[in-house]
Every structure is written in C-alpha cells, then in structure tokens.
C-alpha cells in the first residue's frame, strides 16, 4: 500500500495535492484496492463550487459503484481527460496519472484540516 508523504487524506478516502489555493485530488491506493477494477468515472460537476464532503462524482468498479467526495470546499476546475478512455489508469497509478480533479480551493489553509499520510495509514489499519 503506498501512502505518499507530499499529500494529505480524507476519512473518505481521497487525496489532495496542493499548491497554493490549487490542488489535484483523487482516490486513495488503500480505495482503489478496496474497489477493484475500476471501469467507469462520472464527473459532472465541472465549475461548479462544492463544500467539503460534498459529492463530486461516482466511481464505478466490478465489485461496486460509490460516490466521490471534495477533500476541500472548492471549484472544480478541470477533470482528468485520460480517465475517459481509461478509468484502470486509477488502479495503476492513483496519485500520478491516476488524479481525478483540479481545484481551486476556496483557502489553501483547508488543507491543513485533513489528515497526514501517518494519520491516514492508521486509519486504514496499516
């Protein structure tokens, strides 16, 4: 299980990447483990502003489909195009070329309310 140091984690599962008042975000390598084989991502939200814990979008897999929930309070700014054509990408490189969203947040202080990659192992049990 990988769980970089340069992010931050939700309970839910996602990660954030930030820079500044920007970041990407997307699931964790501990969810995608969890779902399976991912098949299909619906993001829909494109500009709109959704507050932390609000959903974003779905992610489809084999086993399940569940919802994608912000890390932050933000604007979605743009979603990864190569998830389009292939959403496995997630299962082979969840915080690379596996990223979901861009966002603008509405303070890079947010950040600092979610958790460490030590708090976020713990979490999960690892």
Same mark, same amino acid.
């Given at each position: 299980?990988?769980?970089?140091?340069?992010?931050?984690?939700?309970?839910?599962?996602?990660?954030?990447?930030?820079?500044?008042?920007?970041?990407?975000?997307?699931?964790?390598d501990f969810a995608q483990?969890?779902?399976?084989?991912?098949?299909?991502?619906? &993001?829909? +939200?494109?500009? =709109?502003? #959704?507050? $932390? %814990?609000?959903?974003?979008?779905?992610?489809?897999?084999?086993?399940?489909?569940?919802?994608?929930?912000?890390?932050?309070?933000?604007?979605?700014?743009?979603?990864?195009?190569? &998830?389009? +054509?292939?959403? =496995?990408? #997630?299962? $082979? %490189?969840?915080?690379?070329?596996?990223?979901?969203?861009?966002?603008?947040?509405?303070?890079?202080?947010?950040?600092?309310?979610?958790?460490?990659?030590?708090?976020?192992?713990?979490?999960?049990?690892?």
């Open positions: 299980m990988n769980f970089p140091d340069d992010i931050r984690y939700t309970a839910n599962h996602e990660w954030i990447r930030a820079e500044g008042n920007f970041a990407q975000a997307g699931i964790t483990s969890e779902l399976g084989d991912v098949v299909f991502i619906e &993001i829909n +939200t494109i500009g =709109e502003t #959704i507050d $932390k %814990d609000g959903v974003f979008g779905t992610v489809e897999a084999v086993k399940t489909v569940t919802d994608l929930f912000m890390p932050v309070k933000g604007k979605i700014l743009e979603k990864n195009p190569k &998830i389009d +054509t292939s959403p =496995e990408i #997630i299962n $082979k %490189d969840p915080y690379g070329e596996g990223w979901l969203i861009k966002i603008e947040m509405s303070s890079a202080n947010l950040i600092d309310e979610l958790l460490t990659a030590e708090q976020y192992r713990k979490q999960v049990g690892q």
